[in-house]
C-alpha cells in the first residue's frame, strides 16, 4: 500500500484538484492509474488475499475504476479522471472500514 497505491491514488485524486495542463503530466496520471490498477491485482494474489468474499470484490472495484482513471486519462477527461477518482476512493474506503486494523480504544 505504502509503495505503490497510496502514492498512485494520490496522482489521480489531485489531478482532480489540480488538472494536468501538460501531456507529460497526463502520462504521470495515465502511469499512476496503471499502477493503481495493478495494486489491485496484487491483492488478489494467494498469500496475500485475506478471503475471496469482499477482499476479491473491493481489489476488483480498484482494478475496474483505475482502469476508468486511465481511459479518462488517455483522453484528457478531467471530469471523468474526477468520477474515477471518487470511485476509487469509495473502493479503498469500503476495504478499509472492513480489513484495515483498528487502533484499540484508550
Same mark, same amino acid.
Not at 479522471?81 to 474506503?93: R, T, W
Given at each position: 500500500?505504502?509503495?505503490i497505491?497510496i502514492?498512485?491514488?494520490?496522482?489521480?485524486?489531485?489531478?482532480?484538484a489540480?488538472?494536468p495542463? @501538460?501531456?507529460? +503530466?497526463w502520462?504521470?496520471?495515465e502511469?499512476a492509474?496503471l499502477a493503481?490498477?495493478? &495494486?489491485g491485482?496484487?491483492?488478489l =494474489?494467494p498469500g496475500r488475499a485475506?478471503?475471496e468474499g469482499?477482499?476479491?470484490r473491493?481489489?476488483h472495484?480498484?482494478?475496474d @475504476?483505475?482502469? +476508468?482513471?486511465?481511459?479518462?486519462s488517455?483522453?484528457?477527461d478531467?471530469e471523468g479522471? &474526477?468520477?474515477a477518482?471518487n470511485? =476509487?476512493?469509495?473502493?479503498?474506503e469500503?476495504?478499509?472500514?472492513?480489513?484495515l486494523?483498528?487502533?484499540?480504544a484508550p
Amino acid at each position: 500500500m505504502l509503495a505503490i497505491t497510496i502514492p498512485a491514488s494520490e496522482t489521480v485524486f489531485n489531478a482532480a484538484a489540480e488538472p494536468p495542463t @501538460t501531456d507529460e +503530466q497526463w502520462v504521470s496520471v495515465e502511469r499512476a492509474a496503471l499502477a493503481l490498477a495493478e &495494486s489491485g491485482n496484487l491483492l488478489l =494474489i494467494p498469500g496475500r488475499a485475506v478471503d475471496e468474499g469482499e477482499w476479491s470484490r473491493f481489489s476488483h472495484m480498484l482494478i475496474d @475504476t483505475a482502469a +476508468q482513471a486511465y481511459a479518462a486519462s488517455q483522453a484528457k477527461d478531467i471530469e471523468g479522471v &474526477s468520477e474515477a477518482g471518487n470511485a =476509487i476512493y469509495e473502493a479503498c474506503e469500503g476495504c478499509h472500514k472492513k480489513y484495515l486494523p483498528q487502533p484499540a480504544a484508550p
